[in-house]
């Protein structure tokens, strides 16, 4: 349903909707975080609370495993703000407790608050409970197998055009290709635009919008800052994008072709009963949602695949014959190693609603936990020899269930995650058809936002 404007009963106009987003999205709030009894949790540093935040945003490459040899397989770090408890699991069985725990007490979307003012309130990602249940439940068929299968031929061309840029010989940074190669792809299948100047319009404001800092997500708690530097440039960018997508949104509910249309939006608009349509805001909080969770991510699953073959001329050479002779399965298990051995996204959180027992620990209300993923993938008793990369451990065969989570769990597991496979698979084959790749200099994890990405960018040079 179009929102309309209260007074004039006339569809409200995009710079309303923006305003009223900011107005009601604070990065922080809430009820206060109730004084905890450390006492009973599981065992952890005693450093800080602003040094232990620290290391697990800044240095959670060294700083997490660091706990887990000194402290075992549960353990707590107290962080920003309040001195809150985070538990972080590293048991399969522990995942698993936590995956299939009850919604309403596992709550995931408080987690994500930061990302307000720029998802907005109905963003699957900030919603908890039944919103997100009915959320959920209206997004899933625009990524189920049929829907995937009709985005292939997109994802091939868009692929087909960024190698086809490439030249023999040349030095780059595989980040860079693949993020731009993403955000095409998911431009053009979340919004079904394949005109050239509309790409045009969208395509600065959402790369601004996808590369917002932390910092400047933190000013939303001062709205007095939305008149300087950054946080001004970003208030305007945001009124552009909206006013974009509110003008794409309301032009597409027009469109009479829209059972015919593969694109996420028309699928959306379509998708629900009558009485049970996404509105505006709604369509417009998960447009923007998909568009940021589902391009860096990906790019960066990719450029760790390409640094990995591009190291290892045996594997190489097996992932090129598989790439020429369509073997899919082969490059789906490169991918699916690459997200092993450098998951995007080091760990997944539940904020508890109510008191609640994990891995034998009874945990209060207000703890978060979660299962590390960077631990869950170097247990050397699920995947052995952890620190070698192997895709043949995907061949035929899978992990034990919550040793590979890369994509989180339960009713919360990325939505994205068959759309990412599909896509990286068609990427790898065409690089790999086309070129041969070496990695150029060694590359380590960095922290970005909340990603973990190649540190000088997964350099390779394409022969
Ligand atoms: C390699 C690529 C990707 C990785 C590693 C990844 C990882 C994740 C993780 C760890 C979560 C949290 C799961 C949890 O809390 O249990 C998540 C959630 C989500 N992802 Fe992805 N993701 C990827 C690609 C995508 C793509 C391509 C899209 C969309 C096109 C997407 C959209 C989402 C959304 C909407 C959620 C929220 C789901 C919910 O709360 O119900 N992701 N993703």
């Known amino acids: 349903m179009t929102t309309l404007d209260q007074q004039s009963g006339t569809p409200a106009a995009p710079a309303d909707l923006t305003a009223r987003r900011f107005r009601r999205m604070r990065p922080f709030g809430g009820e206060p975080a109730p004084p905890f009894d450390f006492a009973g949790l599981p065992p952890g540093p005693r450093w800080p609370v602003w040094a232990q935040s620290v290391a697990l945003i800044r240095f959670r490459h060294t700083f997490v495993p660091r706990m887990w040899r000194r402290y075992g397989d549960v353990f707590t770090v107290r962080i920003l703000p309040g001195g809150r408890p ?5 048991r399969p069985e522990h995942a698993k407790e936590i995956f299939a725990g009850d919604p309403e007490v596992f709550h995931a979307g408080k987690g994500n608050a ?31 197998g049929h829907a995937l299968r009709g985005y292939r031929g997109l994802v091939e061309d868009v692929a087909r055009a960024e190698v086809g840029r490439w ?45 917002i800092s932390p910092a400047v997500l933190l000013g939303w708690g001062y709205p007095a800052l939305q008149r300087f530097g950054p946080w001004k440039r970003t208030v305007e960018n945001a009124y552009r994008l909206d006013e974009l997508i509110y003008a794409e949104i309301r032009e597409r509910r027009t469109a009479t072709d829209l059972e015919r249309r593969t694109d996420v939006l028309s699928r959306l608009i379509l998708a629900g009963d009558d009485g049970d349509r996404l509105s505006d805001e709604e369509l417009r909080d998960q447009l923007v ?52 051995l450098h998951p995007v996204i080091p760990m997944v959180v539940r904020t508890l609603m109510r008191p609640a027992t994990v891995g034998g620990w009874q ?31 995907f061949l035929g065969q899978h992990p034990p269930v919550n040793t590979w989570i890369p994509f989180g769990g339960g009713v919360r597991r990325c939505i994205g995650a068959g759309f990412s496979l599909m896509e990286g698979v068609a990427v790898l084959r065409q690089v790999l058809t086309a070129y041969d790749v070496t990695a150029v200099g060694r590359d380590l994890p960095r922290v970005r936002n909340i990603t973990s990405v190649p540190r000088r960018g997964a350099r390779i040079r394409v022969g």
């Open 289 to 340: 949602t998909l568009l940021l969770a589902g391009h860096e991510t990906t790019a960066t699953a990719l450029a760790w695949a390409l640094y990995e073959l591009g190291r290892d001329p045996a594997q190489r050479a097996v992932a090129r014959e598989a790439a020429r002779s369509g073997d899919d399965d082969h490059l789906e298990a490169v991918l699916k190693e690459s997200l092993r």
């Open 114 to 144: 930061i990302l307000g003012p720029i998802m907005g309130e109905h963003s699957l990602l900030l919603q908890d409970g039944s919103e997100h249940k009915r959320a959920r439940a209206l997004l899933m068929p625009a990524f189920n």
């Open 86 to 90: 985070l538990v972080l699991f590293t």
């Open 167 to 211: 030249r023999a010989g040349e030095e780059f940074r595989s980040l860079d290709r693949m993020n731009a190669l993403t955000l095409e792809v998911i431009l053009r299948v979340v919004f079904g635009v394949t005109d050239e100047r509309r790409l045009a319009r969208l395509r600065p404001c959402v790369n601004r919008t996808v590369n």
């Open 363 to 393: 945990l209060p209300a207000g703890a978060t936990v979660g299962p590390s993923i960077l631990l869950a993938h170097s247990r050397a008793e699920h995947h052995p020899d952890p620190d070698r990369f192997d895709p043949a451990r």
